[in-house]
């Protein structure tokens, strides 16, 4: 989402990081800049004008000018101001020994698909967490609900009834009877908001009695989100956001604005489709993410949820002994494939997702090496060296590739091979370690100009 905004922020800074000293004009070309990246961002233009006039004031004082590195002391202070627009620090929900929770929003929000993400998120957590319908105006609501909920195998609780109040009701006090201690309801949306759909809100609120009232917004539709924010904030006082669809290609507007004009942190964030994107807003980690700072933390979190502690021990332990098999290799990309799309984990990692630039990472290309492996037998993929000229001729039919990318997979396996064994013995790695993948690696390619054309369009 972040993309265009990032690349504009980060140009605008990068003729400041170079200059030894800073004048009234090269930072007022910054500042103009900066505010026409926010303001083509779809950033609300109070939220614009507020945080342009923080920086400059900041960046035009003593200690900046005064300073060794006056445009690193302008890009902390970027930094600084964006992490305070985005909310400043996380901000968690309201638990007790029995948590409701209410999620409110307009229809095709993402409402349904965020209550059972947040329900594996808190269960992850140690949670006991349940789900209760009450959105009756959308006829598949409640059996979408109902497969999520077997899905992650957290119960749904449901009522034959067309009163949501009364649904609430019911639900919450067979959430209770079974032992759980948090419960998310559900509520119904409007394609628009209107009083029947506030009232509704009101009297489900009214009979829930919840500890925390999320409101989930569309990321993807900008301002408007703030505008809808602000209409759900007058009759129900929610106690904060969560974002969904921040993997799509809208410029990130809603995002930077909604906790300036409504006051309301961004709890969670949605990065994707899955049951298992979910995640909890950090505003210092996406401010980061958005000077392409990369964000290590979030980095190593996704390992950790990802790897077991048993695999981690026995592969770091045969990495240290120089070993590297190709089940190693399986295992590897298994845990890597857990963590989400490979673009994203890269741009996580500080500075390559600058180096990377109109890279794309070639995922079917994973595919196909994958298939490689599987296409060994035990034996050789265990002992990689028995692998003579007619096993690779039957690996590459068995995959479907040539037996030159065969053998390309097989001096790779070396390479790297060769380097743990170097690193093992606390020896400086002989071969060059790039800080990014090339754009000639097998599973890299340059965007053409036209897909970035079309790309630039669609945001």
């Known amino acids: 989402m972040f993309d265009s905004l990032s690349d504009k922020l980060q140009s605008a800074l990068g003729g400041l990081r170079k200059q ?4 009234d004009e090269a930072i007022s070309r910054a500042m103009r800049e900066i505010r026409l990246a926010l303001l083509e961002a779809d950033v609300n233009f109070t939220v614009v004008r507020d945080f342009v006039a923080h920086v400059r004031e ?8 005064k300073s060794l590195t006056p445009g690193q002391q302008v890009v902390k202070i970027v930094h600084e101001e964006l992490t305070t627009l985005l909310g400043e620090s996380t901000s968690g929900l309201r638990l007790e020994k029995f948590t409701v929770i209410l999620l409110a929003g307009l229809q095709g929000s993402g409402k349904t698909t965020t209550a ?10 140690g949670r006991k967490p349940g789900l209760v319908a009450a959105d009756l105006q959308r006829p598949a609501a ?4 109902e497969q999520l909920g077997a899905q992650l195998d957290i119960p749904v609780f449901r009522t034959d009834t067309q009163d949501p109040v009364e649904a609430a009701r019911n639900g919450l006090a067979r959430a209770r009877a079974e032992g759980l201690d948090t419960v998310i309801v559900d509520t119904a949306g409007r394609l628009q908001i ?10 489900v609120a009214a009979e829930a009695k919840p500890q925390n009232v999320l ?27 969560i974002l969904t669809k921040l993997d799509g290609d809208a410029r990130g507007g809603a995002a930077l604005s909604v906790r300036s004009v409504t006051g309301k942190p961004v709890k969670y964030a949605s990065t994707g489709e899955k049951l298992d994107q979910l995640e909890v807003f950090h505003p ?5 993410r958005i000077l392409g700072m990369g964000d290590v933390l979030t980095l190593i979190e996704r390992a950790e949820q990802a790897v077991a502690e048993d695999e981690q021990a026995e592969l770091e332990q045969r990495l240290r002994a120089g070993q590297f098999s190709f089940d190693d290799f399986l295992g590897a990309y298994k845990m890597l494939r857990r963590m989400g799309p490979l673009q994203g984990i890269l741009k996580l990692i500080p500075g390559l997702g600058k180096q990377l630039g109109d890279v794309d990472v070639d995922e079917k290309q994973l595919g196909r090496v994958e298939a490689i492996v599987l296409s060994m037998t035990p034996l050789e993929r265990r002992s990689p060296l028995v692998i003579d000229g007619k096993r690779r001729q039957r690996i590459a039919k068995g995959s479907g590739v040539s037996v030159e990318q065969v053998n390309q997979l097989l001096e790779a396996r070396k390479t790297m091979e060769k380097l743990m064994k170097q690193m093992g013995r606390g020896q400086m790695p002989a071969l060059p370690i790039p800080g990014a993948p090339s754009a000639g690696h097998p599973v890299m390619s340059r965007r053409s100009s036209s897909g970035r054309k079309k790309k630039a369009g669609r945001r």
């Open 20 to 23: 030894g000293r800073l004048d």
């Open 58 to 65: 900041r960046a035009v004082g003593e200690d900046v000018l």
């Open 116 to 125: 059972a993400k947040l329900a594996r998120l808190l269960r992850a957590e």
């Open 142 to 145: 409640i059996d979408q609900l």
């Open 194 to 203: 209107d009083e029947e759909l506030m009232a509704e809100l009101e009297r």
């Open 215 to 241: 409101l989930v917004l569309d990321a993807m539709t900008g301002q408007e989100a703030v505008n809808v924010a602000r209409a759900f904030d007058e009759r129900i006082a929610f106690d904060g956001v």
């Open 284 to 288: 210092d980690r996406m401010a980061s």
